[in-house]
């Protein structure tokens, strides 16, 4: 039996993580947003990360305070980011990132959250 995986949606929203461990807040962009996670570009903080290690993400949403979930990084990969030009209609370039699950989230963020990827997905 196999389960169905929640639909992805590609995206660029400058979001802040906190890391479990310490350290100061960073930014950084989410390429990709579901139900149950993300996808989120590497930046220079998030370097030493490890899947397994946890932290808290903050993503803004129209209408209302920041998104909140904790989260855990469960993979290192690519992700893309679109890059518009005026001589190309679809160009897109591979980033290095982290695939990371939302754990520990409650009833009411998760309804937020799938609200907000219904408006990713009409747009």
Known sequence: MTTERAVRYRC??????????GGDPTRARV?????????????????????????????????GDPWVAHIRFNRAGFGRID??????????????????????LDDDELERLRDFLE????R
């Open 12 to 21: 660029e929203i400058q979001s802040q993580i906190e890391l479990d461990v």
């Open 31 to 63: 390429l990709e947003l579901s139900e149950n996670g993300a996808f989120i570009e590497e930046v220079k903080a998030l370097e030493e990360v490890q899947a397994g290690d946890g932290g808290v993400i903050g993503i803004p949403l129209p209408g």
């Open 83 to 104: 890059i518009k030009t005026p001589k190309a209609e679809h160009v897109s370039i591979s980033v290095r990132g982290f695939g990371v699950e939302f754990d520990q």
């Open 119 to 122: 408006l990713l997905d009409s």
